[in-house]
């Protein structure tokens, strides 16, 4: 349950999660599949990502 | 929505500051979540929710643009069909949570909207208005880079429409958007959404309800007895 302490006066909870990344404004929903109907593979670092503040 | 989270007696509410982006999924719909974990608890009066500012796209344009737009610039090698699965998959999680999801969104810079989360804060009204602007924009029924918008809801909450005009159409609350974000980066949040309960523990993205549950179940005691 426990993961890496963000902070010093902080104590991480909770598992993975479904999370917005901070450094590249990515959306990655953990463990999704590649899309079964994609026929050609999309790379892992994409298919399991969203971007919803893509950069300009 | 940058009150500090100070040392509280028993009767006061126990905060849960979540830092989130506008146009963030998860961040929607982790904040459904962590409002269902509290309204299951018989003392759900005693808790709550502050929404901190967070940029995930601080470079994002000011003008919106449809999401799939924005994509494609940002990531060339990604289809257009590809992009919308995606999406597919967050419409599926969010559907999963009951929670409505449109497709048909703008990206843009959300800055501005959370100067304007600020005021509404200050007034009394900080997690209402933060809650109606996002979950109306995921339904597809609000604009959030629109002005009318933003104003609309907050008369609705009661707040003066000149006022708000005021603020969206300057530069007010913007220290206090940055100074959220800086703590953010203190905690070294690595993402959104962010919740950290009662100054103890954090939580980064978009636990389950029962997660969340078991974050206020572990936190709130701890509180309690420090207070007593």
């Known amino acids: 349950m426990t993961a890496e302490t963000p902070h010093p006066i902080l104590r991480l909870v909770g598992g993975p999660a479904a999370i917005c990344d901070a450094e590249t404004g990515i959306c990655e929903i953990p463990n999704a599949g590649v899309p ?17 503040q893509p950069n300009p | 929505m940058s009150q500090p989270n100070t040392p509280t007696t028993p009767t006061e509410p126990f905060i849960v500051e979540v ?36 940029e995930l796209n601080p470079a994002a344009a000011t003008q919106p643009e449809p999401m799939p737009v924005a994509f494609a610039r940002a990531h060339p090698g990604v289809t257009t069909e590809q992009f919308m699965q995606m999406e597919g998959q967050a419409k599926q999680m969010a559907a999963a949570d009951g929670l409505p999801y449109s497709l048909d969104r703008l990206s843009g810079n959300t800055f501005g909207i959370h100067r304007v989360a600020h005021y509404a804060a200050e007034k009394g009204v900080g997690a209402e208005f933060y809650s109606t602007i996002q979950d109306r924009f995921f339904e597809g029924t609000l604009n959030p880079f629109d002005a009318d918008d933003l104003i609309s809801v907050a008369t609705e909450l009661g707040l003066d429409s000149d006022e708000v005009r005021d603020v969206v159409t ?6 206090e958007v940055t100074a959220d974000i800086d703590q953010a980066r203190e905690y070294g949040v690595r993402g959104v959404p962010f919740a950290v309960f009662g100054n103890q523990l954090a939580a980064q993205g978009a636990q389950s309800v029962e997660g969340y549950a078991a974050a206020l179940a572990q936190a709130f005691p701890v509180r309690e007895a420090a207070t007593r």
């Open chain 1, 36 to 52: 079964a109907s994609t026929e050609t593979p999309i790379p892992r670092e994409q298919a399991t990502q969203i971007q919803p």
């Open chain 2, 19 to 54: 830092w989130s982006d506008v146009g963030c999924p998860f961040c929607y719909m982790g904040k459904n979540r962590l409002a269902k974990a509290i309204s299951q608890r018989p003392d759900a009066d005693r808790f709550e929710v502050r929404f901190r500012s967070f």
């Open chain 2, 170 to 175: 300057s530069e007010r609350y913007s220290d």
